[in-house]
């Protein structure tokens, strides 16, 4: 049985109460992962049959549960490991979508357990991997609405209050000078990092959460998947960000000006979020990521 988290806060509907499509009941939660939505670990049955499943529920403006849900079928059918959507639907105004837990861990998991050893010396492979199928991704022929925009496709406004104010000031002033034509649309995942690609066996086992995907701007998702995150122990370096490129490079193309833009753009913003101002460590390192990409 899946496990998670304990509650952490309060869910915005009691997931009990759901009347469930498709035959689907729910049995116990079992966890509380941290996400934007609320997002349950479950056991339930449906059609007499035991399963574990994640349930969704969404709490937040950009989520979009029914564009996910209708890509998950598409991409299924493209032969991606995706879950399999159980139960969706809309109860008390709150979007909520039931998927098949699937098998795998996180590479933060990985590279922080037992074998975590192992899977440093093999990482430069992992983030191939994890290149090429973003590459994958973006190359399927697949027409679908554009994605919606959300603040980081835009400039950030730099807080007064900020620490590193000087420092992103003239990144800022040359973002603003040297926006790039946006090439051809392509279909993109939206959201593709780490945390939402399983690993099992040093493969790719599942690719999650779908629901900001769209025909968008293959660089920028490109560049949302290969920036730094606050405690992300990989892709720390050019060498690693490099490996995750010449995996995508295998299944697709990317102007690499652009993608520089769209880089700088993305540490702009997370050095923008007050959550990061008293991360010393991630200040230092998206701050040296910066001035590679200078």
Known sequence: ?????????????????IPFTNGLTLHKIAGYPHAGNDVFACSGSQHDREIDFYLKISRHCDADLSNEAAILVEMRRFGLPVPRVYSQGEHKGAAYLALAAMPG???SALLSGGSSRHYRERLPELLFGMGRML???????LLWRPVKLRRQHGLPKLSGENPLFKEL???????????????KSV???????????????EEISAVLDWELCGAGWREFDLAWATILRPSQQFLKTEKEVEAFLGGYRKAAQYDAE????????????????????RK???????????????
């Open 1 to 17: 049985m899946i496990t998670g988290p304990a509650k952490w806060r309060e869910p915005i509907i009691d997931p009990f109460i």
């Open 105 to 107: 861990e996180r590479l």
């Open 135 to 141: 590459g994958h991704i973006h190359s399927l022929p």
């Open 169 to 183: 000031q003239p990144v800022l002033k040359w973002l603003e000078g040297h926006i790039p034509e946006r090439s």
């Open 187 to 201: 279909f993109v995942h939206g959201d593709y990092h780490y945390a939402n690609v399983l690993w099992e066996n």
């Open 258 to 277: 652009a993608l520089r833009w769209c880089r700088k753009l993305g540490y702009c913003h997370f050095l923008n979020n007050k959550g990061t101002w």
């Open 280 to 294: 010393k460590e991630y200040q230092e390192a998206a701050l040296s990521a910066l001035e590679r990409e200078s």
